[in-house]
């Protein structure tokens, strides 16, 4: 069953103490991966699409890297301004078409 | 240049109301999708609106419904309110459905 799966469901870092989230897929063709940042009583932000196997994209202290299976998003020396829920959402055939569908995201929380 | 702006932003309404909820996407950008966000479901997408045509349609019954209008706007309506209708509506504009996404603030809908 083609889904999207996101750990873990919560974080909990120091300043300055790097960490990766995972956002894992079945799909098969993937039509892109899609990162996003969710502060609270906000919309998503867009942060990063990646398309192919081996992809690499980068955005100040955030890296998004894919496989074929799953993707990864590092957090290298995170600040408090980090803080947030991260989505990861891609797009799944639905009855002829292709749907967006998110994981239920990651919240991190980078104490001072 | 102007983000993605939803009208109202908070709404209360009663069971087996109507309510209609406003999006207007970036300029340039033809594509509009809606989403609900409860904590329960996560974000889940409703549909997805190009050029004044409904392109896809997530798993949501009949009695959510949306429309395209010349300038790109777009208007959700869902009928007969149930208190399970009580979440974050998010409206979304891309330049197409497979690329990035930029969100409104969102439409806090409480049902009671």
């Known amino acids: 069953e083609d889904q999207v799966t996101q750990s873990p469901e919560a974080l909990r870092l120091q300043e300055g103490e790097s960490s990766s989230l995972n956002c894992s897929y079945t799909?098969?063709?993937?039509?892109?991966l899609f990162w996003y940042r969710q502060d609270p009583g906000k919309g998503p932000e867009f942060l990063f699409t990646l398309y192919s196997a081996g992809e690499e994209k980068e955005k100040e202290r955030l890296k998004a890297t894919l496989t074929k299976k799953e993707s990864f998003l590092h957090i290298t020396a995170p600040k408090p301004e980090d803080s947030a829920t991260y989505l990861c959402a891609v797009h799944l055939p639905s009855g002829g078409s292709y749907i967006p569908t998110f994981g239920r995201g990651t919240s991190l929380i980078v104490h001072p | 240049k102007a983000g993605v702006t939803q009208t109202p932003r908070y709404l209360i309404k009663t069971r087996g109301q109507q309510v209609t909820l406003s999006c207007s996407p970036i300029s340039g950008h033809r594509s509009v999708s809606w989403y609900q966000q409860t904590p329960g479901q996560g974000l889940q997408f409703l549909f997805e609106?190009?050029?004044?045509?409904?392109?896809n349609k997530g798993n949501f019954p009949g009695r959510f419904s949306g429309r395209q209008f010349s300038n790109s706007r777009s208007e959700m309506n869902v009928s007969t309110l149930e208190l399970g209708d009580s979440a974050l509506y998010l409206c979304?504009?891309?330049?197409?459905?497979?690329?990035?996404?930029?969100f409104g603030q969102g439409t806090r809908l409480t049902v009671v």
């Open positions: 609106y190009f050029s004044e045509t409904q392109r």
């Open positions: 979304a504009s891309s330049f197409n459905m497979n690329t990035e996404a930029f």
């Open positions: 799909v098969s063709g993937l039509r892109g």
